[in-house]
């Protein structure tokens, strides 16, 4: 039935941007060349392309799903990933995190926050609200955004973790995971009182050069039977730690490398100056908006039996809410959105 699902949906979507735009001469040249571009996996082509001259629906729909596939994702994956984990019960948002691990590329977080804005472009406010004039294309949208942000919250704890394989699985203590879980509470109320193990020391302020961000230098420590591990994050003014990857110098992000050394440090993924990637934002954000999204979405999706995308997240609020899914019903409430205190325990709850 998924290849059923797959088919209903990009019919409603080819359907939508169809109808959409400039139809003169040399707009649709350029429509054209781009589809192809974008149906060859041209996806940095299709942005190239596309992104200084975007102002249709039409232009935002194909930018978007640019971004989508330049994250390593496509309706066809994540709807797989979604029917995979469609009868886990208990830890089904983390075996889901894991899965899309392994799809995703170095750039997902910001890829997937660019897919959703230019998504939202088209929708507006539709998909969260009680607009009963939602066309069944405005919603098949919706549905692109509410899968979009939860994968880009799965796709910032695996840049929060040392070994993505392993997360959701009592037992399995990943150090770099009980850090960044430990910098993000820190930054927050500078409270780590319930995380054992855990030090933090506020170093000195770094501003990188081209970014024109300046943030605190954390340094997290985790320490267990076979010693100290050492891990530095970047604490924003706004109480967050920024979403980093890897190790760069202050005056240029081009030198990012796996490893640190002598002049490098901890890279924030947000490179141009503006509003900081964090990873507490990226995570309650984009959960609260992927859920949000899907409530005047589409629930069951045309042509499925096996999965109805609605209900799957909603799961997954409810895994994270610390609840159990029985019977169609969590057992806690999930009618208040997520919020920071509960992505922390969230994360802690497998590791430690």
Known sequence: MLKNTIIGLLTVFTLLMSGCGDNTSNKGELKLEVQQMLDNGDFQGVIDKLKPLASSHNDYILLASAYMGRAGLTLKNLLSTLTNTANTTSNGFSDFTTKLSSMTSATAVADLKESVRYFKKVVKNKCSSEDKNITSSEKSICLYIGLASTSSAASTIKLLTNDITTFGQNGKIDNKLLASTCAMKYAFDRNISSISDCSVTEDNNITFKQSQKTYTLLSVTITDTTGPHPF?????????????????????????????????????????????????????????????????????????????????????????????????????????????????????????
Do not use: W
């Open 232 to 352: 530095e994050y970047l604490m924003t003014d706004a109480n967050t730690t920024a979403l980093t990857k890897e190790y760069c110098t202050l005056d240029n992000f081009s030198t990012r490398q796996e490893n640190e050394d002598i002049g490098y440090y901890v890279c924030p993924v947000q490179e141009a100056p503006g509003d900081d990637i964090t990873s507490t934002s990226v995570l309650v954000d984009a959960l609260n908006n992927g859920i949000d999204a899907t409530k005047n979405g589409i629930g069951t999706v045309s042509g499925a039996t096996d999965i109805d995308v609605g209900e799957k997240l909603h799961k997954y609020k409810c895994e994270i809410l610390g609840g159990k899914y029985e019977d169609n019903n969590c057992t806690v409430s999930t009618t208040d959105p997520i919020s920071t205190s509960n992505i922390t325990d969230y994360l802690l709850k497998f590791n430690q």
